[in-house]
Each structure stands twice: as structure tokens, then as C-alpha cells.
């Protein structure tokens, strides 16, 4: 029978007044508050998983794979939840990619995942006062050191403003002095200059085909100071020279014509002549260079008028006379030189009467006074074959002739022919300041035009604009 003894042992070991030993050994104190395990007002930690912004690469890529998968431009089901999986994306940058990459074929335009970051992000730029360099004396900031100086910057900071263009550098170059007359002149020869025909309708400039240019120029042999771009190995050059103010030069007389194409074809460069204003003597003596009547090269000293005459008339007229296109011989072809003293008249009559034999009829012209910039060759052209010039090497005046000459006949016709849209700028920006030299190129985008097949020929000019000229000669003619 069960005991009563053994009853009072079992209901000992549950009484809970009664420390017992093995809640001590668990570690459970039934005397403290309880302890709960999960706190339901906390929020469980999550695990974030951050990813690095897409490269522009990258969406290039899952913009492609998105194109491959679509059908007549629609996704099919769970297609932008696979290619995040598949590059490791979030679904949203996918979509995303996926909606501006769409959008951008709509409208037709390049599609690009470039970062929309650059510029935007990063510390702050600290402001500056640029109206402090504008009560500066231009004298006084000619540097990039003394105009940090004026703004409180340093150098590094001055040149990240000029590259974002809120501050600019400039390169003021000293332009001849025009006077009343010479204003005067220069809107006269502009408005010459316009097709006649057009002047109450679309008035445009004259396409110049009819046109010769010549001027002189001297020519070096080289520069006092070239830049080269060398390996960290390589040992530096050495030039040396007599005299750096007494460099070997040689003055040549330059005749081009506009350019002319057909179907993208030159058919004529223009390039009527470079000659160079030397004599050729024999040596008198021998030296250590050469013996006794060798033939020697002997720049012409004083360039007088007597000297451009026999140029013109033996080597320009001829050069003319030969190069010219056939279908135009017949029509006036019209040498434009500038008022240097050495030049010939207009109606020089020794000129005259070779310029009208072999049925040609060849007239001479002069540019306005003080307007080098109405002149092919003073615009562009000299500048262009003189770089081209000093790349090739001449130890001798003699040597610089034939180098001189191929950098004539090397330059592109093509770029040529953009300097003759230049000077219908020219043109076109003297008429707006009424005379003066005083202006600003617009920038044409000639070789963008010229790649896309659309590069005018001729330049236009608004009728206002013609009809303000002529105001103002009225003018000035009062």
C-alpha cells in the first residue's frame, strides 16, 4: 500500500517555498522578474547586403541581355528578376536600366548609363568672389599665380575654374589701328562683297572662285624654342645657333586660289605658287663647304617694286596662266594684294599688258588698307604651312626652299577650303561692328559639316543686317 510517509517526501520535492538544488545548478532564480526571450518591441536585425553602383559597363550589358530577351519591345514574365540574379543587381536597377534604355530608342537618341553622380557628389566647393578679379587692373592678372592671389585660391583650385569656365583665359593679340577711312573702307569692301543679286532676297557672299591671293612671308629655319615629348631615357637635344635674333629666314612670294570640288572629288587645289624672292649666283671663292662656281642661293635683300613686278609678271602670271581651270579661262580672274609699298599699282602697265595675253583676263585688286585679315594667306594659311614647315628639317637657307615648297603642296585642299567660309565670317562680323576689327568668330563646325556632306559654299547674311551697312556708309558719305 502506498504510504503516507512516501507522500509527504513527493509533495516535498514541489514546494516551491523550498529552495531546491537543481533550479540552482540550471541557474533560474524564481525570486527575480521574469526574463523574456523575445522582445516583441524590438526589431529583429536585417542583415544588409550593399552593393557597389553599377558601372556604366555593366547596365550596357543587362540593357543588351533585357533586348535579346524582349519581344516587339515587352519583357517576358520574371525576365528582370533573372537578369538581376544573373549580374548580381538589384531588381529595381534593372527596371530601371531597362525603362531609360527604352525610353532613349523612343525618342530616337543614344542610349547611355552614364553616371549621374560626376559633379554632384563629394565635399562641397568652398565660395568664391569673382567680382574681386573684376576691379583688378589686367595687368595685375595676367598669371594664374597672381589671380589665385586676388581670389583667396590656390593655383590648383584657380585652374579647376577655368576648366569649368567660370573663369576663362585669354590671349589678347595686338590688331593694326584702323582710323574713320579705313572703317569706312573695310564696310565698303564687305558689302562689295555680297552677290548683288541677292541683296533684296537672301543676301550671301560671293564664292571667291574668281580669286587669286598673294602675299609675302618670311620663313625660318627654325623656331627659337620646340617642344618635344620624350621617353624618361632618352637624352635631350642640343641646338645651337650663332645668334637667336639672327635665325637663317627667307621671304617667299605665296599665290593660291579657292579649292574646287566635284562629288567630293578636288579636281582643283588652288595651289598656284610658292616662290622664293632669291637669286642664283655662282661662288666667287672656294671654302670649306663648296669649290669655286658652285651655284649659291642669295636672298634678294631689298624687295622693291621693280622686284614684285618681274615675280608677278615671270613666275605668278604663268603659274596662273597654266593651273587655271579651262571651263573659266575666259571669265575675270582678280589678284588681291594688300598696300605694302613694294606692291605694284593697279594699273601697272607692263602688268596689264601680260595679264591680257592668251585670252585670259587677269586684273589686279587691293584689299582695304590695314586689313590683313581680309587676305586668305594673313588669315590662316602662312600660320598653317609654317607648322607644317617646322617639321621637316633644314640645316641651310638653301635646304629651306624645297621644304618650304612641299609644305605648300602638302596641306589638305579640304582644310584649305574652310578658310574661305572663315573669311565670309570675317566678313559677315566686320559688317556687325560696322568697320572695325574689333569682333569674335563664331564657331561653324566646318569639319563636322564637311564629314556630313552638308558644308555650304557660301556663307549668308541676314538683310538687316546688309541694310544697316549700307545706313551706315550713307552716313558717313554725308
Known sequence: MFSF?????????????????????????????????????VAAPVESVQRKDASEVVLNQVFQELLRRSKNGVLPRNATSEVAVMYNLGIRTVQRCWAEGKLS????????FASKKRGKCGRKPSPVNYERLRNVPLKERTTLE????VLGVCK????????????????????????????????????????????HDNPRFKSIFDHVFIDEKWFFITRKSERYYLLPDEDEPYRTCRSKNNIPKL??????????????????????????????????????????GTMEVKPITSIKRDVVREFMIQKVLPSIKAKWPREDVNKPIYIQQDNAPSHIEVNDPMFCEAAQQDGFDIRLTCQPANSPDFNILDLGFFRAIQSIQYKKSAKTVQDL???????????????????????????????????????????????TLERQGSLPVQVHCERSLVYEAMQKLATWNI
Open 105 to 112: 530608342l523612343d525618342l530616337g537618341i543614344m542610349v547611355s
Open 251 to 292: 621671304m617667299f612670294l605665296c599665290a593660291t586660289a579657292r579649292p574646287r570640288f566635284e562629288n567630293g572629288i578636288c579636281t582643283f587645289d588652288g595651289k598656284i605658287g610658292c616662290f622664293p624672292l632669291v637669286t642664283f649666283e655662282r661662288a666667287k671663292r672656294s671654302s670649306i663647304n663648296r669649290p669655286a
Open 156 to 199: 590648383r583650385t584657380l585652374l579647376k575654374h577655368v576648366k569649368q569656365g567660370k573663369v576663362r583665359r585669354h590671349t589678347s593679340s595686338i590688331k593694326p589701328h584702323l582710323t574713320d577711312e579705313n572703317k569706312k573702307s573695310r564696310l565698303q569692301w564687305c558689302v562689295d562683297m555680297l552677290e548683288h543679286e541677292t541683296l
Open 5 to 41: 510517509e512516501l507522500l509527504q517526501k513527493a509533495m516535498a520535492l514541489f514546494d516551491l517555498n523550498i529552495q531546491q538544488p537543481f533550479v540552482t545548478d540550471l541557474g533560474f532564480d524564481m525570486n527575480q522578474e521574469p526574463v523574456h526571450m523575445f522582445d516583441l518591441n
Open 401 to 447: 626652299i624645297p621644304v618650304v615648297q612641299e609644305a605648300f603642296h602638302e596641306y589638305p585642299p579640304c582644310k584649305a577650303n574652310r578658310m574661305y567660309l572663315t573669311l565670309h565670317q570675317v566678313l559677315k562680323e566686320t559688317m556687325k561692328v560696322h568697320g572695325s576689327n574689333k569682333y569674335n568668330l563664331p564657331h561653324m563646325k566646318k569639319g
Open 146 to 149: 597672381d589671380s589665385a592671389k
